[in-house]
């Protein structure tokens, strides 16, 4: 049982936050701040007209982040606005992934929700071109070091990230959802075969709801760095909200999973969303896709980790356990990307031949 | 009550233990630290700051401590948390009361957005304030320093917040920092003054914080209507100069000493353009402490009729 933190007593219900003290807003500030959700919880008071019952300085942390979501929306707007006009000639359409394809489609996931890159996806074969294109129009190539360069090109699923020299935003260029290295394989020319236009661009698409929901549990469970993991798990949760109103959603939710092999990490998605966010699931969800369960034994480890991982990385959600399983975790998305001795390859290479920074 | 109201043994203990929570300005500080020179600087510098009731709502969780790494035992260090996060790389423990105060200019510049921020000294006198701009090594510490023991109100020696709902200014009075030559140079000007400890060898050379004058800790919730934009050059031999600066020149180069300008967006720049309009901008270039303080006394707010004129339109 996961404890009832504030954090998640203000994402399952906003409307319960004006009965807090201010001793509990000081608390849920600094959760919220962690997590990388102020300005998200912000705009949840805001849209049930409920900020003006928060007590002033607590609203004024919140309006302080909103400043920033504000700005943040504006400038991936511009961003993405730079990226169609440098790949206009390449005859490729851009498939936008995460977070700028929330804001793009304006998704309830993308209220308030902050992030550093903007992540695209082509097909591998036209990768070249695309990155061609962008070195045209300003964007560099980041990691130099030719084993970098050969960890990302040979073994990853993008290029190394791409770093556009005046306005030094970064953009990451993807060919697949995984690594080329990992055993789970979702077959990219499916995910781009089902892709959809972006309301009102002919060029410009995000995946299709069920691929995009796919996108975002694969990303946060095989993902190593979890110090956003309740902000992924957010995403979740409202991408699966939003899209429940489509009429077949749940069971083609299902069926892709199983076209994709990536049952288990939908599995833990739906799993963790419940328990941390009550998202609603219906009823036989579950049981469609009990394909993805581990074993007994197995998910009472991972309830044991992820009930820690998720939380925001703060003193008053963390226990004695919680570094370990954040370091646990952290091997386990390493292991899941790649077979073991080219991992081993891999780690030995960073610790002893790699330059270190500075 | 202020922490002046804490024996030294006392505010050591609290700093330690439970913590203080410090008000500065409009921003409360929930404050703790197990280094005896942090606590030895705030219970010199910050004796007349009010302390606010514990376990309240504070704007900032700030922790100096040692990092428990080997170093500790030949090259301590101490590092800023802030409500438990690393923000900035470990300095070497002697430089920890300099690095309290360029982290919570840190918390202020970095969270405060219903403010335009500038990297500025603002003082006031007769109700309005002198907001100078400029960057590191132009002599603006050193001459609000000298104004502020002649008189002026100090409102901020490194950050002007300017609230964007209404234009006037927020005053944030802390310590001034003076660097290397500047510190001798106010303790002849000004032996009454209160400094913390010289910390030399820092990333700014040596660096020192004067006290702020008791009055303006007393008068931090008055905020205040910006007249004067001035931006500050020591320039040695110079006779002290100041030169009309035109309001498009002055308006270009307050943004690019602000920290949310383009952060802030529309509501950005129109606030900037409220500030800029009701401000005369000057260039001032100076040598002698003296000058500038007959000149910053001969100083007239612009007449009151054309404020409002640009401002309405926006």
């Given at each position: 049982m996961i404890p009832n933190y504030l954090i998640l007593q203000a994402l399952r219900e906003p409307e319960a936050l004006i009965s807090l003290s201010l001793l509990d807003w000081d608390l849920l500030i600094r959760q919220a701040r962690r997590a990388n959700l102020l300005a998200r919880i912000c705009l949840l008071l805001d849209e049930r007209s409920l900020l003006e019952q928060v007590p002033p300085k607590p609203r004024q942390h919140l309006e302080w982040s909103r400043v920033i979501s504000e700005k943040h929306i504006q400038a991936v707007h511009w961003e993405i606005t730079q990226i169609r006009k440098a790949l206009e000639k390449v005859g490729v359409p851009v498939v936008l992934l995460k977070g700028a394809a929330y804001v793009m489609a304006k998704l309830p996931s993308a209220k308030g929700r902050l992030f550093s890159d903007i992540d695209i996806i082509v097909p591998k074969d036209s990768?070249?071109?695309?990155?061609?294109?962008?070195?045209?129009?300003?964007?560099?190539?980041?990691?130099?070091?030719?084993?970098?360069?050969?960890?990302?090109?040979?073994?990853?699923?993008?290029?190394?990230?791409?770093?556009?020299?005046?306005?030094?935003?970064?953009?990451?260029?993807?060919?697949?959802?995984?690594?080329?290295?990992?055993?789970?394989?979702?077959d990219s020319a499916k995910l781009l075969a089902a892709a959809q236009l972006l309301d009102g661009y002919d060029d410009v698409k995000i995946f299709a709801p069920a691929d995009m929901v796919l996108h975002s549990a694969v990303h946060l469970f095989h993902n190593d760095q979890l110090d956003q993991?309740?902000?992924?798990?957010?995403?979740?949760?409202?991408?699966l909200r939003h899209f429940s109103k489509l009429p077949t959603f749940w069971t083609d939710l299902s069926v892709r999973a199983h076209e994709l092999g990536l049952m288990r990490p939908l599995f833990y998605a739906l799993r963790y969303a419940v328990h941390f966010l009550n998202t609603p699931v219906p009823s036989g969800m579950m049981e469609a896709i009990q394909n993805g369960r581990p074993n007994p034994l197995?998910?009472?480890?991972?309830?044991?980790?992820?009930?820690?991982?998720?939380?925001?990385?703060?003193?008053?959600?963390?226990?004695?356990?919680?570094?370990?399983?954040?370091?646990?975790?952290?091997?386990?998305?390493?292991?899941?990307?790649?077979?073991?001795?080219?991992?081993?390859?891999?780690?030995?290479?960073?610790?002893?031949?790699s330059p270190k920074p500075e | 009550m202020n922490v002046s109201a804490l024996t030294p043994s006392e505010l050591k203990l609290r700093l330690k233990t439970a913590g203080i929570y410090l008000q500065t300005g409009s921003f409360t500080t929930h404050l703790k630290t197990t280094i005896p020179s942090v606590a030895e600087g705030i219970g010199l510098l910050y004796a007349d700051y009010p302390l606010?009731?514990?376990?309240?709502?504070?704007?900032?969780?700030?922790?100096?401590?040692?990092?428990?790494?080997?170093?500790?035992?030949?090259?301590?260090?101490?590092?800023?948390?802030?409500?438990?996060?690393?923000?900035?790389?470990?300095?070497?423990?002697?430089?920890?009361?300099?690095?309290?105060?360029?982290?919570?200019?840190?918390?202020?510049?970095?969270?405060?957005?219903?403010?335009?921020?500038?990297?500025?000294a603002v003082v006031e006198k007769g109700g309005f304030a002198a907001i100078m701009p400029a960057p590191p090594g132009s002599g603006k510490s050193t001459l609000c320093a000298a104004l502020v023991n002649r008189g002026w109100r100090?409102?901020?020696?490194?950050?002007?917040?300017?609230?964007?709902?209404?234009?006037?200014?927020?005053?944030?009075?802390?310590?001034?920092?003076?660097?290397?030559?500047?510190?001798?140079?106010?303790r002849r000007y000004e032996p009454n003054a209160i400094f913390s400890r010289k910390v030399a060898d820092t990333i700014k050379g040596t660096v020192a914080h004067m006290k702020a004058p008791a009055d303006s800790i007393a008068r931090a919730a008055e905020?205040?209507?910006?007249?004067?934009?001035?931006?500050?050059?020591?320039?040695?031999?110079?006779?002290?100069?100041?030169?009309?600066?035109?309001?498009?020149?002055?308006?270009?180069?307050?943004?690019?000493?602000?920290?949310?300008?383009?952060?802030?967006?529309?509501?950005?720049?129109?606030?900037?353009?409220?500030?800029?309009?009701?401000?005369?901008?000057?260039?001032?270039?100076?040598?002698?402490?003296?000058?500038?303080?007959?000149?910053?006394?001969?100083?007239?707010?612009?007449?009151?009729?054309?404020?409002?004129?640009?401002?309405?339109?926006?």
């Open positions: 990768l070249s071109v695309v990155e061609a294109a962008l070195m045209l129009h300003g964007w560099a190539a980041t990691h130099h070091d030719a084993y970098d360069q050969r960890y990302y090109r040979t073994w990853m699923h993008e290029l190394p990230p791409m770093r556009h020299i005046k306005r030094k935003t970064v953009i990451d260029v993807h060919h697949a959802i995984l690594p080329e290295t990992a055993a789970l394989h979702p993991g309740l902000r992924d798990l957010v995403d979740i949760d409202s991408l197995t998910l009472f480890f991972t309830d044991q980790l992820f009930e820690r991982a998720l939380l925001p990385a703060h003193k008053s959600c963390s226990d004695w356990l919680t570094g370990t399983a954040r370091q646990i975790l952290y091997v386990r998305a390493t292991w899941l990307r790649m077979p073991s001795l080219l991992l081993a390859r891999h780690l030995f290479h960073k610790a002893f031949i | 606010v009731e514990q376990d309240c709502f504070a704007d900032f969780h700030v922790n100096l401590t040692r990092p428990r790494n080997l170093r500790r035992w030949f090259k301590p260090q101490a590092l800023f948390l802030f409500d438990g996060n690393t923000i900035f790389k470990p300095l070497p423990l002697d430089q920890a009361f300099p690095m309290l105060e360029w982290g919570l200019n840190w918390c202020v510049s970095t969270h405060v957005n219903h403010c335009l921020m500038i990297h500025a100090l409102l901020s020696d490194e950050l002007a917040l300017i609230r964007v709902s209404d234009g006037k200014l927020i005053p944030l009075p802390r310590p001034v920092s003076l660097k290397n030559e500047s510190i001798e140079i106010i905020a205040v209507q910006v007249a004067w934009v001035i931006f500050p050059k020591y320039q040695a031999g110079a006779t002290a100069c100041l030169e009309t600066l035109p309001q498009s020149r002055a308006f270009m180069r307050v943004a690019d000493n602000s920290f949310n300008y383009s952060l802030l967006g529309l509501q950005g720049f129109k606030a900037m353009t409220k500030l800029i309009d009701a401000s005369l901008c000057y260039d001032f270039t100076y040598s002698k402490l003296d000058d500038a303080i007959e000149i910053f006394g001969a100083l007239k707010p612009q007449a009151a009729n054309n404020n409002h004129m640009y401002a309405n339109e926006l």
